[in-house]
């Protein structure tokens, strides 16, 4: 079957672009610079939803590049100067199929299975690599407010084709999904700044979330085999290193999925004055009204001036400054002026760490005496020792006096440039 023919009065993709999906041909559009399509019929198809009011087919769906047999056609992509993304290699025979490599990616006592090590290394993280995390309504208010990327999270590539709230559900890290519905799906995306800020959920440092009772936990489980779980995808996914925070590059964007599979940039992040500028106008305001005690007319919601727990410093003229990470490649002074955002050398990232009960924690904050931490290494026995609370899939919280930290230091993890 070849699903061509257009009804009379419907424009054809942009540029003719095309593909070959399950030995069909469709017009389509690229997402995420071809990571994935949006396969256009003018006739039911099975897999097909109906598309939404207005677009040039009735039906359409999204699908992963890597189920695309051939591209007819110049993508928007093919101009462009980026580097693009490794794909997952899976290689297949007649001995082990997509079933059964599915299933070793499910299974936690597959976790060092070296086949499976070996797929999951091919997923990897280069500076400027797109990477999305998927939230509640409340993590977005959350982010408006000044929380950092940190936790679990995706590379854009490898998610691309999931555009549905009802897709997206399956990556969120948070108890509220009951609560929010499916209607809407919120995301951060923010542009990697070097690989060495994430680390891969396997080996025996993540022990002790794959075994994390389920009283102890939000969301789904941590298999350990680096995938998140699923009944029919293999997603790679990662966790920020010690789950701690990442600071947030220039223009990260917070983003809405209607049921359609349209994406709305809601806010994007402006680091010189560290807040979330409003993009998006009457139409999608309704997007915003089941986040908490976020208005959705506000135009800029700042992210207030507390000392971060992570943040980007860097050498200029001698002198330590705070930076700022433009990438997919500049990192430069944060400065209010444009005459002073000049380029820094020595780019690190500066976290501040200790240690109490015996627990490895970042420190997030400190406020009269107490000081919040997140667990680096969360297992049973550390989480019922410091009293932790679980406050989305991996991350540990519990406040402790100061005075009972010890090794309390700043470290810095320095990028190469």
């Not at 209607?183 to 800020?197: E, K, M, Q, S």
């Not at 667990?375 to 402790?400: F, K, M, N, T």
């Amino acid at each position: 079957m070849t699903a061509t023919s257009q009804e009379p009065g419907v424009a054809e993709a942009p540029a003719g672009l095309h593909v070959t999906y399950d030995g069909a041909v469709y017009p389509a559009e690229e997402i995420a610079r071809g990571a994935a399509y949006e396969l256009f019929s003018a006739g039911a198809v099975p897999g097909f939803q109906r598309n939404r009011v207005g677009a040039r087919t009735p039906w359409h769906r999204f699908v992963h590049v890597t189920d695309v047999t051939a591209v007819h056609g110049i993508p928007p992509s093919s101009s462009s100067p980026e580097v693009p993304d490794t794909p997952l290699m899976v290689p297949l025979n007649r001995v082990q199929g997509w079933d059964a490599v599915h299933q070793l990616s499910q299974t936690p006592a597959y976790a060092g299975h070296p086949t499976l090590i070996g797929i999951r290394h091919t997923a990897t993280i280069r500076r400027g690599t797109r990477m999305v995390k998927v939230l509640s309504a409340r993590q977005l208010g959350g982010y408006l407010r000044g929380w950092l990327p940190h936790g679990f999270c995706y590379r854009e590539y490898d998610v691309a084709h999931l555009r549905l709230p009802t897709d997206l559900a399956l990556l969120r890290t948070d108890p509220d999904a009951a609560r929010d519905g499916l209607d809407v799906a919120y995301a951060l995306r923010w542009r990697a700044t070097d690989p060495a800020d994430y680390e891969i959920p396997i080996g025996d440092e993540h022990r002790g979330l794959v075994t994390m009772p389920p009283h102890d936990r939000v969301g789904a489980p941590v298999l350990g085999t680096g995938f998140t779980p699923s009944d029919r995808h293999i997603i790679p996914e990662f966790v920020t290193r010690d789950v701690g925070d990442l600071p947030l590059p220039a223009n990260a964007a917070l983003l809405a999925y209607t049921p359609d599979g349209a994406e709305v940039v809601l806010y994007t992040y402006q680091p010189e004055q560290r807040g979330w500028l409003r993009m998006v106008g009457p139409r999608w305001r309704h997007l915003l009204v089941g986040v908490p005690d976020i208005a959705p007319d506000q135009e800029y919601v700042p992210t207030g001036e507390a000392k971060r727990s992570s943040h980007l410093v860097g050498t200029y003229g001698g002198q330590e400054h705070e930076a700022v990470a433009d990438l997919p490649g500049e990192f430069r002074v944060l400065a209010m002026t444009r005459a002073a955002r000049y380029p820094v050398s020595a780019p690190r990232r500066r976290t501040r760490y200790a240690t109490w009960r015996g627990a490895p924690c970042v420190v997030l904050r400190e406020e009269s005496g107490w000081a919040r931490l997140r667990l680096c290494r969360p297992g049973p026995d550390s989480v019922a020792a410091l009293g932790a609370q679980c406050y989305e899939r991996g991350v540990y919280e519990a406040w402790a006096p100061v005075g009972e930290l010890v090794d309390d230091r700043g470290v810095d993890l320095a990028y190469p440039e």
